[in-house]
């Protein structure tokens, strides 16, 4: 059975700082691995997609890495903001089943 | 503002009402899904719907029954609920079909069963 777990639970860093958050998964035959966020009292935002054939995938100050070999993959926040504190999952996708991670509590000191 | 439209945003019921969630999409999308995120529980997808298609039932109970009258609406009828299926409700859509893309999420509905 797919797990997914995303460790810390959660996370305080003071602002500025460079973090990396954490997803593992159970099994490697994943099609894709997505990281969402999510606001208090909001629905899920998509913020990067890594096809199985794809290592790695950037947008602004983020950075999403694949490892399917290790059963991988890391969130990278490059100079946080306190308008990152947010929820982060992280979903892989296999034989049309999506299984999410509880997520990453992420808290931005200012 | 995401495109995708739930409502309502609460709702309180009693075991023995009968209510519907409605979502509502403006992006143009052909998958329409429905999600349960409860409390300290990783995120559950319920149903998928592709072109009004049901293609995905992940052994839902029975007193969830969703429909799907076009591929801009997606309804989730709810009767004799249970005290655990309070939680929050959260519907998305996608282009396309299948879960290869990146989905759009509603607010949810945060649901309270007494």
């Known amino acids: 059975k797919q797990e997914v777990t995303q460790i810390p639970a959660a996370l305080s860093v003071p602002e500025g700082e460079n973090l990396v958050l954490n997803c593992s998964f159970t099994?490697?035959?994943?099609?894709?691995l997505q990281w969402f966020r999510q606001d208090p009292g909001k629905g899920l935002t998509s913020l990067l997609l890594i096809q199985s054939s794809q290592r790695e995938q950037t947008s602004g100050r983020l950075n999403a890495s694949l490892d399917k070999s290790s059963g991988r993959s890391t969130l990278y926040i490059a100079a946080s903001q306190p308008g990152d504190s947010a929820t982060y999952l992280c979903a892989g996708l296999r034989d049309d089943k999506i299984i999410f991670g509880k997520g990453t509590r992420l808290h931005i000191l200012p | 503002e995401t495109g995708v439209t739930q409502t309502p945003r609460h709702l309180v019921m009693g075991m023995t009402n009968k209510k519907s969630l409605k979502c509502e999409q403006h992006?143009?999308?052909?998958?329409m899904y429905w999600y349960k995120q409860s409390a300290k529980k990783p995120l559950e997808l319920m149903f998928v719907?592709?072109?009004?298609?049901?293609?995905e039932n992940n052994s839902v109970p029975s007193r969830f029954s969703p429909e799907c009258p076009n591929s801009s609406h997606l309804f989730l009828h709810l009767h004799t609920l249970q005290p655990e299926d309070s939680a929050l409700y959260l519907c998305a859509s996608s282009r396309g079909s299948g879960l290869n893309q990146p989905q759009h999420f509603g607010d949810g509905t945060r649901l309270s069963i007494l």
């Open positions: 099994d490697s035959a994943i099609y894709n």
């Open positions: 719907y592709n072109f009004k298609e049901q293609t």
């Open positions: 992006l143009g999308h052909n998958a």
